[in-house]
């Protein structure tokens, strides 16, 4: 099915492949969330992915004469699905597919089928707006566009609730509160303070052409995350943790990194973290001596990690 002719469409049919831009997958999905309310819903996600359990739970009776729903998250497709839409009858099937766009068999689901692309400013303010009106963000579009030149489109969710907190949002709040993803990484740094190599090179580098704050920010980002990937691993397993979590995939070999530092951390440990952070990201905002808060921080957390 052709873009124009699913943005047409009065109600979404009972089974459906989407696949595609990360951003408009995310926003279908809570679509689908929306349409499957009422139904007994099974979500797959992943490597949880199983055909057997799947089939059984489209063929079941519901309890109550309900409708089953079946929500599958994967990167790998399998030629069986077929099986599931042949015994679907009048349950629902929507399955995301966020694997390889070469790869995804849109002849088994017919002509139920998108894919969708990278959303243009047009279509990003659209969505933004959408979302800011549904959770209550007063945000007015030339700040939204100001928003979107500082960040990766695909966490313009993510920014917003951080904007949520804000009584009024213009240019230098967002400057505040928004991690600009458009500088540097700061990851590569922050792996050697968790791993007790030495960065101190790294950050004299890193503050030639960034502000302190900018550091501090993505210091808080980087301990919220591996705290993420702590959770994921302990509550959910240790595959397609940075896809889960981050919405994409980042390679191996840093994820094996910060899995390995994510699980040697305990949720005391990074209770304290967090309180390091937090309260220096209040201090530096105040502070004439924007780098001793830094650098304070950063000491406290090498100290608090030892």
């Known amino acids: 099915m052709k873009l124009w002719e699913f943005n047409k469409l009065q109600a979404l049919p009972n089974y459906f492949l989407f696949y595609g831009d990360e951003l408009f997958m995310d926003v279908w999905r809570d679509k689908v969330k929306e349409i499957t309310a009422n139904t007994n819903t099974l979500k797959l996600y992943y490597d949880e992915f199983d055909m057997d359990k799947a089939f059984s739970h489209l063929s079941q009776n519901s309890l109550f004469g309900d409708k089953n729903s079946l929500i599958v998250v994967s990167d790998k497709f399998d030629d069986k699905i077929k099986r599931l839409i042949e015994i679907l009858k009048d349950n629902y099937f929507y399955f995301f597919f966020s694997g390889d766009a070469k790869k995804a068999k849109t002849k088994i689901f017919k002509n139920n089928f998108v894919r969708f692309f990278k959303p243009n400013l047009g279509e990003l303010i659209t969505i933004a707006n959408q979302y800011a009106t ?66 101190l090179n790294d950050l004299r580098n890193i503050l030639i052409t960034n502000e302190h704050i900018a550091v501090l920010l993505s210091l808080v980002r980087y301990i919220r995350i591996l705290y993420m990937f702590h959770l994921h691993i302990k509550n959910i397993g240790y595959e397609n943790v940075s896809k889960d979590v981050l919405g994409y995939q980042i390679p191996k070999n840093l994820e094996d990194v910060r899995k390995t530092i994510a699980l040697k951390i305990s949720e005391d440990k ?13 201090d530096i905002k105040s502070s004439k001596d924007k780098e001793a808060v830094l650098f304070e921080a950063i000491l406290k957390i090498k100290t608090a990690l030892n």
């Open 134 to 199: 549904t959770h209550d963000i007063n945000i007015d579009t030339n700040h939204l566009k100001y928003l979107i030149s500082k960040i990766d489109y695909r966490f313009i969710f993510r920014e917003l609730d951080k904007l949520a907190l804000v009584d009024q949002i213009n240019n230098a709040t967002i400057d505040t509160l928004v991690f600009d993803y458009n500088q540097t990484s700061f990851d590569y740094m922050f792996d050697k303070l968790f791993t007790n190599q030495d960065f």
């Open 270 to 282: 990074f209770l304290d973290l967090f309180e390091i952070a937090l309260q220096a990201e209040l």
